[in-house]
Nanobody, 125 residues
Framework: QVMLVESGGGLVQAGASLKLSCAASGLTFSSYAWGWFRQAPGREREFVAA????????EYADSVRGRSSISRDNAKKSVYLQMNGLKPEDTAVYYC??????????????????WGQGTQVTVSS
């Protein structure tokens, strides 16, 4: 059974940093590309960041580019999202996801095969 478990969310003030983690089990971690998405109340789930199967290609949403960094550790079967300079508009539930696509780092939620349950990030002004 595939399980993706996010952690690291919380309540922070604007300008703070958080590092989200996603621990995977039940799949061959190194064979997947990984992404982070988020969903705020009343809004659709949106792409945040992705890292390719090779770990050499990255994609970021315009809203977080320059403030966030996605990384993966195949040995620990984990993917991370470092977020700096957090803003109130970053408030959302953050989800990690895995895709078998190897050719690129996907921005499309529909291309991901497995999802975690999410971790809440709340940024106060």
């Amino acid at each position: 059974q595939v399980m993706l478990v996010e952690s690291g969310g919380g309540l922070v003030q604007a300008g703070a940093s958080l590092k989200l983690s996603c621990a995977a089990s039940g799949l061959t971690f190194s064979s997947y590309a990984w992404g982070w998405f988020r969903q705020a109340p009343g809004r659709e789930r949106e792409f945040v960041a992705a890292i390719s199967y090779s770990g050499r290609v990255y994609e970021y949403a315009d809203s977080v580019r320059g403030r966030s960094s996605i990384s993966r550790d195949n040995a620990k079967k984990s993917v991370y999202l470092q977020m700096n300079g957090l803003k109130p508009e970053d408030t959302a539930v953050y989800y990690c996801a895995a895709t078998r696509i190897r050719a690129y780092a996907s921005r499309k939620a529909g291309e991901y095969d497995y999802w975690g349950q999410g971790t809440q990030v709340t940024v106060s002004s």
